[in-house]
């Protein structure tokens, strides 16, 4: 798949910018390649094709890990839900890691969208303990681990995006 976007802008000493344009064609080159287990939206697709190109530019090897990450609003999740007219801070995060090695194969963005479909699927109920537990896993890993997130949403409903391409 061709790589198509504008030079990088740098936002920091460790910040890059970077748009990518994912079309219709680029969304049906992966369909054919996934299991259909999960829903294919095109936020899932482009997070998992960022992902890979920033572990591939960054060089990752071996049994390093890439951990996938974004923000997600909880009061409906939560037990009792908060009201939807809550106006204090009540989001959290949703990360999964993936070896390297798997990333890097041939396939490796449909096997990334997979893994980010479910973290999607498991937004049913607000995990803390998962992420409390992936966090602390994080910490421990070997090597300097890569933090690929997407944070920030008008909505916070950003893993519900579909661009219907």
Request: hydrophobic share 40%; charged share 20%; glycine share 8%.
């Amino acid at each position: 798949m061709t790589r198509l976007g504008t030079s990088p802008k740098k936002l920091g000493t460790i910040a890059w910018s970077r748009r990518i344009r994912l079309g219709a064609s680029n969304v049906q080159y992966f369909l054919p390649r996934y299991t259909k287990a999960i829903k294919l939206s095109t936020f899932v697709l482009v997070f998992a094709y960022a992902g890979s190109c920033i572990a591939e530019a960054k060089g990752v090897k071996g049994d390093m890990k890439v951990y996938f990450g974004f923000t997600a609003d909880c009061r409906t999740r939560l037990d009792p839900p908060v009201p939807a007219n809550y106006f204090g801070n009540c989001v959290s995060a949703h990360l999964d890691c993936i070896e390297s090695e798997t990333l890097m194969v041939e396939n490796g963005t449909t096997i990334a969208a997979e893994m980010i479909g479910q973290v999607n699927k498991g937004l049913e109920k607000a995990d803390v303990e998962k992420v409390t537990e992936t966090l602390g896993e994080m910490k421990t890993s070997v090597g300097a681990p890569v933090m690929v997130s997407i944070v920030g949403s008008p909505r916070f409903k950003v893993y519900e995006t579909d661009f219907e391409c």
